[in-house]
């Protein structure tokens, strides 16, 4: 078996995924409520616009407050599904990754000879995307016990540091210390960007197909 046969053999159960994927992805779409801007001239004057502006769109608050609710009282399902499309793309690169080499500026991101095989594909803050699959992969199946191991931990502090020197935080999706019994796995979804099967299938292909 090649990387084309993996993905023909995978195609459907990782479509039925994506289509369960969008459903939650227009669900949070519709949460987003309506947004108040303004100019004024006092704080009395903010008071009464925001409370007019809250008349107005009382409807439509409410409706993105439904929606919400909606969502997060369906997140882990969510999740599962998500942490489902890492786990069929990290068991792709493990079994068809050859990559044994490590570009100097991975260097510090990569811990051990295994850390090797995941360092491919498209940068993401400055990151593989071989390496996120691969963290964020661990870190949804070991969720419950919190032992992510070293390599994991460095990807996820790399991406929570990333805007770090622009605002002088972190990004608090990405840190493990944060929500510890809670999959990241559609923050890393977000991140790869992988809206539908092309884009996730392409990403495969990139890293692991023939040149």
Not at 83 to 101: C, K, P, R, Y
Not at 152 to 164: E, G, P, Q, R, V
Not at 178 to 185: I, Q, T, V
Request: glycine share 6%.
């Amino acid at each position: 078996m090649d990387i084309r046969e993996f993905m023909a053999q995978t195609e459907h159960a990782v479509k039925q995924l994506f289509d369960s994927i969008k459903y939650y992805q227009e669900l949070l779409l519709k949460s987003v409520g309506p947004i108040f801007v303004t100019s004024y001239s006092n704080e009395e004057d903010l008071a009464l616009q925001r409370q007019q502006w809250f008349k107005e769109h009382e409807d439509e608050w409410e409706t993105s407050l439904h929606f919400q609710k909606e969502f997060f009282a369906q997140y882990f399902s969510y999740a599962v599904i998500c942490g489902s499309v890492l786990q069929i793309a990290h068991t792709g690169i493990n079994a068809f990754s050859d990559n044994e080499s490590v570009a100097k500026q991975y260097e510090h991101l990569v811990l051990g000879d295994k850390g090797k095989k995941y360092c491919i594909g498209r940068e993401v803050r400055k990151i593989p995307i071989g390496l996120i699959i691969y963290a964020g992969r661990i870190q949804h199946i070991h969720v419950e016990d919190g032992e992510y191991g070293g390599q994991t931990n460095i990807i996820f502090k790399a991406l929570a540091d990333y805007y770090i020197e622009r605002i002088g935080e972190q990004d608090p999706g990405f840190l493990l210390s944060e929500m510890k019994f809670e999959s990241k796995a559609p923050s890393i979804f977000s991140l790869l960007k992988w809206d539908d099967y092309n884009t996730y299938k392409k990403d495969m292909m990139d890293m692991l197909g023939p040149e």
